[in-house]
């Protein structure tokens, strides 16, 4: 089953615009990372967040983690078209599975 | 290569036939994955190798699912007697080891279509 829950479902911004998306769990982690997909195809990793820590950032982007509200989020600033794809956060518990969640699909309009 | 490879990365098939779909890791990954995405889906976990212990296969959705894995290096996702609801694309992906704190890399994936 999916623990990852993202939100929005689709997201559609200019160029330039910041893309927020949101993702929640219901179970203690150990980690939360974001991944990329482009045209559904293989994910590529974008970050990882430890449960200890609160926000990071990595060129672009950047992730906070509230483990109070069970929530992340990924801010995506000044964005391009190259960031048109879907993102998908992936939480995993006291194991190695990765439960990830249905996606943000995002649309960035030249 | 230095990526994660799988093959095919299409297959139309027909209900009611068995398939093959190959996953080659990236070198020294001891850990292997396979994930089955659905339309518009997340990823469902299906199975996991680590070294030579026993594979988890907790996700396998029916006995018509299994893998195989030879030693630290490729393998194989096996469906028979497909069905239509097989349709999906089909992930594989390996780590360092199975530790969650590391990076998953993925392969392209295979979409697989049952008619």
């Known amino acids: 089953s999916q623990q990852g829950e993202e939100d929005p479902q689709a997201l559609s911004i200019q160029e330039g615009e910041n893309a927020t998306m949101n993702c929640s769990y219901k179970?203690?982690?150990?980690?939360l990372q974001w991944y990329r997909q482009n045209s559904g195809r293989g994910l590529v990793h974008l970050i990882l967040i430890r449960s200890n820590e609160r926000e990071k950032h990595s060129g672009r982007l950047r992730v906070t983690l509230d483990t109070s509200k069970k929530s992340s989020s990924l801010l995506i600033t000044a964005s391009r078209a190259a960031d048109t794809a879907s993102y998908f956060c992936?939480?995993?518990?006291?194991?190695?599975?990765?439960?990830f969640g249905a996606g943000t699909t995002v649309t960035v309009r030249a | 290569g230095a990526g994660v490879s799988q093959s095919p990365s299409n297959k139309v098939t027909e209900k009611g036939k068995d398939v093959e779909l190959r996953c080659d890791p990236i070198s020294g990954h001891t850990a292997l994955y396979w994930y089955r995405q659905r339309l518009g889906q997340g990823l469902e976990f299906l199975i996991y190798?680590?070294?030579?212990?026993?594979?988890?296969k907790s996700g396998l959705p029916s006995d018509r699912f299994s893998a195989e894995r030879t030693g630290e290096s490729v393998s194989t996702l096996t469906i028979q007697r497909t069905q239509q609801e097989d349709s999906a694309v089909y992930l594989c992906?390996?780590?360092?080891?199975?530790?969650?704190?590391?990076?998953?890399?993925f392969g392209p994936g295979t979409r697989l279509t049952v008619l």
């Open positions: 992906a390996s780590s360092l080891d199975q530790g969650s704190y590391n990076e998953q890399f």
């Open positions: 992936a939480t995993d518990g006291n194991d190695y599975k990765l439960s």
């Open positions: 179970t203690s982690i150990n980690n």
């Open positions: 190798f680590q070294g030579n212990s026993a594979p988890d």
